[in-house]
């Protein structure tokens, strides 16, 4: 079982920056991949980024290419990302994910576990 809490949403005009964190527990992370999606009403769970835990590696949506940076914090069991210069189409909860492969799937259904969520408010 992996555990995972999120926390760093809030509000903020746009432009303006926010950084999500990810606390993961209850196994070691190697091998496996985290991410980040997010989900407005009525939409499906939209692939944000991911990391392969081991190494490093990341993989970015298009839409926040060049503005979100996600990294990891090894001793913490932290993944971490950098919302920059934020829009209100990235209004969305966001939520922390974690997947038994280092391929850094894009699709929800390939992934094993998830937290509880977090709002990310970006007013124009």
């Known amino acids: 079982q992996v555990q995972l809490v999120e926390a760093g949403g809030g509000l903020v005009q746009a432009g303006g920056s926010l950084r999500l964190s990810c606390a993961a527990s209850?196994?070691?992370?190697?091998?496996?991949?985290m991410a980040w999606f997010r989900q407005t009403p009525g939409k499906e769970r939209e692939f944000v980024v991911a990391?392969?835990?081991?190494?490093?590696?990341?993989a970015y949506a298009d839409s926040v290419q060049g503005r979100f940076t996600i990294s990891r914090h090894i001793a913490k069991n932290t993944v971490l990302v950098q919302m920059n210069n934020l829009k209100p189409e990235d209004t969305a909860v966001y939520y922390c994910?974690?997947?038994?492969?280092?391929?850094?799937?894009?699709?929800?259904?390939?992934?094993?576990?998830w937290g509880q969520g977090t709002q990310v408010t970006v007013s124009s």
């Open positions: 994910a974690a997947a038994a492969t280092w391929r850094r799937p894009r699709l929800p259904g390939e992934y094993n576990y």
């Open positions: 209850g196994r070691t992370l190697n091998g496996w991949t």
């Open positions: 990391i392969t835990w081991s190494s490093g590696s990341t």
